[in-house]
């Protein structure tokens, strides 16, 4: 598996969708911390994510995402899961 992140915190990725390989995956990163979209994580959080995996035909991943309460990780998780992102 290639694992491909983008730019600006792993969430650019407009250079990158040009690759052609059946075994890249795309990797982002969110924390409630200094984003505010994630302060209550929800489906249009996901929209620019999903986007490209629509664009691309390949997987997401949530590689990395924290906040200091169980609550907001469920949250996450669940919302993540319930569109089959991987984490």
Do not use: C
């Not at 075994?23 to 986007?51: C, M, Q, S």
């Not at 200091?68 to 991987?86: C, D, P, S």
Request: aromatic content about 12%; charged content about 20%; overall charge negative.
């Amino acid at each position: 598996m290639i694992v491909i992140e983008g730019n600006n915190y792993a969430h650019d990725f407009s250079v990158l969708q040009a690759l052609h390989d059946d075994n890249i995956l795309y990797e982002f990163h969110e924390y409630a911390i200094g984003n505010r979209v994630w302060k209550r994580p929800d489906a249009p959080a996901l929209t620019p994510f999903l986007r490209l995996r629509q664009a691309t035909g390949r997987p997401l991943w949530l590689g990395e995402f924290g906040e200091n309460t169980v609550a907001w990780q469920a949250q996450v998780v669940g919302l993540l899961e319930a569109r089959g992102i991987g984490w």
